[in-house]
């Protein structure tokens, strides 16, 4: 079975940087398409990035272009997520998302498993 767990969140003030990253067990990561979302109290999960199972693909959120950077160590089955200038609008649980179903993906519907998710808390 596919196990997602995340790691890395927590509380940091407006303008700093945090990275995420999500440890994927149980599957072949390195043929997964991956991606981040996120979810704010009373509001949908939202896209935020992800990365096509040979890196060689990105896409981000209009909302996070330019701030975040996502990359994947296929070595390491690991998935992370380099986020720079929070801003208190980022603050939401963070999921990370695998995909067997297309080469990258930016829908929900489109990813298979998820993870739990890890908090991040942006203080203004």
């Known amino acids: 079975q596919v196990q997602l767990v995340e790691s890395g969140g927590g509380l940091v003030q407006a303008g700093g940087s945090l990275r995420l990253s999500c440890l994927v067990s149980?599957?072949?990561?390195?043929?997964?398409?991956m991606g981040w979302f996120r979810q704010a109290p009373g509001k949908e999960r939202e896209f935020v990035a992800a990365?096509?199972?040979?890196?060689?693909?990105?896409y981000y959120a209009d909302s996070v272009k330019g701030r975040f950077t996502i990359s994947r160590d296929n070595a390491k089955s690991t998935l992370y997520l380099q986020m720079n200038s929070l801003k208190p609008e980022d603050t939401a649980v963070y999921h990370c998302?695998?995909?067997?179903?297309?080469?990258?993906?930016?829908?929900?519907?489109?990813?298979?498993?998820w993870g739990q998710g890890t908090q991040v808390t942006v203080s203004s």
């Open positions: 998302a695998a995909s067997t179903v297309a080469p990258i993906a930016t829908i929900r519907d489109e990813y298979d498993y």
């Open positions: 149980g599957g072949t990561f390195s043929t997964y398409a």
């Open positions: 990365i096509s199972w040979r890196k060689s693909s990105t």
